[in-house]
């Protein structure tokens, strides 16, 4: 039997899980809403608020698993990437909880942990399949292979999908984080309202920054004509906004998926749960006849359970690392 103790604190989430041979039994999640009334995650802040919530979560979480803390056999946690300092926390307290049992340390790429995270749960994606993962600070199109050979075929090369609905709902004036709330107003509007640019870029790469300026120029043309425009337009323009990011992101997908030739297609990461991409995905794969996985909404964002599941199939193959590992802020797929 395999008990692994996950720990996740790449960002503003601390997180721990247990997986027992394969199946996860906790995931619980500490936020932190200290972030609001900056705007934004304060990478001090966000480290010391790891230190507050790490020890109550994993006992929260080891409770909830109905496990003792002696009964764990390995622990997964992640290693990059992301803000350096929050990972030290996570990555210190899984070196000395595996010091002190004599256990072995098992270390995880975040950004393939969001793309592992459908092996949690049936339905399961079989290899070959492409992913588009999406979050604040990253959105990329990987060709999986296997559960640790993955080919990154185009990423952003400015702003990550999360980061341009971020700053989007800042020239909107709404609060952080904004991204759900896009796609709340979103719901209500019309996405055809404003014609929005899509980047031109080449290959299968991204770019968020031109959308962005575009966006906040058309806000203040617009507020010159009218100062209550975001009050009275508010709805239409989220969906406006949504819809030409949703389709510069599938619209990639697509084109990767015609040179691949592969139709097993799936989301990750944090802005997967943006309900605009989820439906236009289905669409899409309804469209191509593409085999589609879309996680449940607890697994796109940063959760320790990801890194439990990335951690079970290391743990089956003995990839272990020393008490010598340091956390990093980049980490290569």
């Known amino acids: ?65 109905k496990i003792h803390k002696n009964d764990v056999e390995a622990v997964a946690f992640t290693r990059g990437p992301g803000l350096l300092g929050a990972l030290l926390v996570g990555t210190s307290f899984a070196k000395s909880f595996a010091l002190a049992r004599q256990i072995p340390l098992i270390e995880v790429n975040h950004m393939q942990a969001h793309i592992l995270a ?43 999908a999360g980061e341009a ?12 984080p904004g991204g759900p709330l896009i796609d709340k107003y979103a719901q209500e509007g019309d996405p055809k309202a404003y014609t929005l640019p ?47 990011i949703v389709s510069i992101l599938l619209n990639k997908l697509q084109k990767a998926a015609k040179q691949t030739g592969v139709r097993n297609v799936a989301i990750a990461g944090g802005v997967s749960a943006n309900s605009g991409l989820r439906q236009g995905l289905l669409t899409m794969g309804s469209q191509y006849g593409w085999n589609v996985f879309i996680p449940k909404f607890e697994y796109c964002t940063d959760n320790a359970a990801m890194i439990a599941i990335a951690g079970y199939h290391k743990y089956l193959r003995k990839e272990f690392v020393g008490q010598d590992v340091a956390p990093l802020a980049r980490m290569h797929m």
């Open 118 to 160: 459908h092996f949690i749960e049936d339905p399961k994606p079989s290899f070959p399949f492409l992913c588009l993962t999406v979050s604040g600070g990253h959105t990329q199109i990987v060709l999986v292979k296997d559960y640790f050979d993955m080919e990154l075929l185009g990423q952003t090369l400015d702003d990550a």
């Open 165 to 176: 609905f971020d700053k989007t709902a800042k020239i909107l004036h709404l609060p952080y």
């Open 198 to 244: 899509e980047p031109q870029i080449p290959e299968l790469n991204f770019s968020f920054s031109g959308l962005k300026t575009a966006i906040l120029y058309l806000v203040q043309a617009e507020e010159k004509k009218n100062p209550d425009f975001l009050k009275e337009h508010m709805a239409d323009i989220c969906a406006s906004v949504q819809q030409r």
């Open 1 to 65: 039997m395999a008990i692994i103790l996950a720990i996740e604190s790449s960002c503003d989430e601390t997180s721990a899980a247990i997986c027992i041979d394969g199946e996860i039994k906790s995931n619980i999640i500490a936020s932190q809403a200290i972030h609001a009334k900056y705007g934004g995650v304060v990478p001090e802040l966000a480290s010391r608020a790891h230190q507050l919530h790490i020890i109550p979560t994993v006992d929260e979480a080891i409770q909830q698993a």
